[in-house]
Every structure is written in structure tokens, then in C-alpha cells.
């Protein structure tokens, strides 16, 4: 399979899209909406799915609408997040790019090795004839 290399400019738009997504809660914003079987979710499902306040998750849906991640339409007075036809369009040219060009065991699970056990000495205690000793000197 063979993929054409991205144009500087593709590039460019590329990476705000990967930037959006390499924060830990835009992320798991994502994958809220990728796992809702609508395809959307409203903002106050979201909000209510994690345990931030209110202005950081809109903090947070903002820079992924900016990213052209995801897009919102409204319903009523409900503003429901969908992911951007342009997400689909950059996820789909990197992605599969990068998994061709993997080779085959990078495919596979990383297995830490077993890491060696090394033995602890223990402290000698120290004896008590020595205090009574001093006890003895005392008197």
C-alpha cells in the first residue's frame, strides 16, 4: 500500500488536530463522543462524565472545536458535539500511513522483562548489654 507524503500544509493542520487530541481529558472527549451510539453528545452529558467543573470542560470543547475536531449544532436550547468531517479526513490519511509503514513486530505487545530481585541486608540490631553497661557505669 502506498501513501502519498503529506503536504507542508496538510502537515500543519495535522499536528493542531494532534495537539487537540494529546491531552489527556480533550481525549477522553473524544472518546465519549466516539463511543456514544448517536454519533453526538450533548454538553451537559460531558460535563457530567467527568469530574471538572463546568468552564474546564468548555475550556476544553473549545479547543477541540478550534482544532476542527469536533463540531456542535443545536437542538432546542441542547448544544450536542460531533466529531468534524475533517477529523475523519486526517485520522484516516496519518493513521494508516503510519501502520503501513510499521513493521510487523511493533504490531505485537511490549513485554517488560522480569526485573532481577535484589537481596536487602538487614541492620544488625544493636545489642542491649551495651545500654546496661552504660546503666552500670552510671551508678
Known sequence: MTTAVRSATEAERDVVVFKALAHPIRLRIVSLVAAAPEGQVSAGHIVEAFDLSQPTISHHLRLLREAGVLTTHKISTFVYYRFAPSLIETVSAVL???????????????????????AVEAKPKKSKKKSKKKKDKKK
Open 96 to 118: 494508516p500511513a503510519a501502520a503501513a509503514a510499521a513493521p510487523p513486530e511493533t504490531t505485537t505487545p511490549v513485554r517488560r522483562a522480569p526485573q532481577p530481585q535484589h
